[in-house]
């Protein structure tokens, strides 16, 4: 879902910075092999990422849904010259295709993928965070939210992606059975009303939320 017509978005990515080859790279690969490639960050998104990542310098980085690795990637490109980045996904069948690409980058030393349920992962990664990117299972944001914030330290950011759901969180009665929705709903009130964070959400794609650990 994007917000902007379709000539402000291009205007935006032919002035904002270049995709890396790389990434140029995976994104033919996810398209051409895994099923619902709308799921890659993409192009300006990531360079989106990038930014905030190098704006922060964190040492220690948790994402929270790998699909291919392509944000994955974007966030170790800020990534201090010591640090790692932890990335969880529940798709077996993906892990192949991430790392050929993780060992490919110039971070293949810094980047640690896991592969199982991140409601159990999470607390056995005994590290404290600078930066956390949530996209994975919309339902969960909530315990994934909570299963990292204190792990957090003072000032660390929280990038929480889909927040906006195709614009069908601003509707008034989506649907008893739009479970998705109501999920993504209740979150954005929760992550607003939550006294240990401050919270701004930016309509970028399908929406991400920056919330900052104060």
């Not at 996810?30 to 099923?35: A, D, Q, S």
């Not at 299972?137 to 889909?162: A, C, H, Q, W």
Request: charged share 25%; aromatic share 8%; proline share 4%.
């Amino acid at each position: 879902m994007h917000f902007l017509p379709d000539s402000i978005e291009e205007y935006i990515t032919l002035h904002s910075a270049g995709e890396p080859e790389l990434l140029q790279e995976l994104s033919r690969e996810t398209h051409l092999k895994v099923l619902q490639p709308r799921m890659l960050s993409g192009h300006y998104q990531g360079r989106v990422l990038s930014m905030i990542s190098k704006l922060v310098n964190p040492r220690q980085v948790l994402e929270v849904g790998t699909y291919t690795g392509y944000s994955a990637l974007c966030l170790a490109e800020g990534l201090h010259p010591e640090g790692e980045l932890h990335t969880i996904d529940v798709n077996e069948e993906l892990k192949a295709l991430q790392r050929q690409f993780f060992d490919r980058s110039e971070y293949r030393d810094q980047i640690f993928s896991y592969t199982g349920n991140a409601i159990d992962i999470i607390p056995t990664i005994d590290k404290r965070f600078d930066l956390v990117f949530i996209d994975a299972d919309k339902k969960n944001y909530t315990r994934y939210f909570e299963l990292v914030i204190d792990k957090m330290n003072p000032g660390g950011i929280i990038l929480s992606d889909n927040v906006l759901w195709s614009g069908k969180v601003a509707e008034e009665n989506p649907g008893k059975k739009d479970r998705q929705t109501e999920s993504i709903k209740a979150y954005n009130a929760m992550i607003n009303q939550d006294q240990r964070v401050e919270t701004v959400i930016l309509p970028i794609r399908d929406g991400l939320t920056i919330s900052r650990k104060k």
